[in-house]
């Protein structure tokens, strides 16, 4: 059953404005949560994390908030730019070793 | 620079066939994954290696198996392909201690089975 779960398959959003992914996950002993862009044709690259004992981290456009209470964090990229059409999965691990994935959410920016 | 390379873009088997994908790293990593991505899904891990001639099982490992004779190459083998191993296959590489942020993923190996 996967631990990790990204319910929007896909989000479309203007130039200019905001994109929120979110994810939510079952297992309590995640401490550490990643999300990687994945472009067609190749292989996820590594994006912002978060540290379970953080709220949030900001990096640049990308911002991602996590509410350990509820289990749950979200990607926010303001403001969105056509380059930043990819796939997002959201990836959580309590090991420092191994990584579950999300099933990601598509993201498309009409200029 | 840093660099994941898997021997195919595109494979396409038919059912029964041994199927090898190869993915070579040249950043000296101790750990290298395979995982397997499928709509819906997401990646799904199913081998990695802490060291040479080390493996554990992922989360799917079932119908495949690995070999990790060399520090810079781990293989993924399909014993007798089925139409359901049919998706895209990722391998990773990341350094002992390293950070989970320097996972650095190939380009994927896209497998149809027939």
């Known amino acids: 059953d996967q631990q990790v779960k990204q319910n929007s398959p896909s989000l479309s959003v203007q130039e200019g404005r905001i994109s929120i992914l979110n994810c939510d996950y079952t297992?309590?002993?995640?401490?550490?949560f990643l999300w990687y862009k994945k472009y067609p044709a190749e292989g996820p690259t590594f994006l912002i994390s978060?540290?379970?004992?953080?709220d949030k981290n900001e990096d640049g456009r990308f911002t991602v908030f996590l509410n350990k209470s509820a289990k749950h964090l979200s990607l926010h990229i303001v403001p969105s730019q056509p380059g930043d059409s990819a796939v997002y999965f959201c990836?959580?691990?309590?090991?420092?070793?191994?990584?579950?994935f999300g099933a990601g959410t598509t993201v498309t920016v009409r200029a | 620079d840093v660099k994941v390379t898997q021997s195919s873009r595109y494979l396409v088997k038919r059912t029964g066939e041994k199927v090898f994908l190869e993915c070579v790293q040249d950043?000296?990593?101790?750990?290298m994954f395979w995982y397997r991505q499928d709509p819906g899904l997401g990646l799904r891990l199913i081998y990695f290696?802490?060291?040479?001639?080390?493996?554990e099982k992922g989360d799917i490992p079932e119908g495949y198996s690995v070999s990790r004779e060399k520090k810079e190459r781990f293989s993924l083998i399909l014993e007798s392909a089925s139409t359901n191993q049919t998706s895209m296959y990722l391998c990773?590489?990341?350094?002992?201690?390293?950070?989970?942020?320097?996972?650095?993923f190939g380009p994927g190996t896209r497998l149809l089975v027939l």
């Open positions: 990773a590489s990341r350094t002992t201690g390293g950070v989970l942020e320097t996972q650095y």
């Open positions: 978060i540290s379970s004992i953080k």
């Open positions: 950043m000296d990593h101790e750990n």
């Open positions: 297992n309590s002993m995640f401490d550490y």
């Open positions: 990836a959580a691990s309590d090991d420092d070793y191994k990584l579950s």
């Open positions: 290696s802490y060291d040479v001639k080390m493996k």
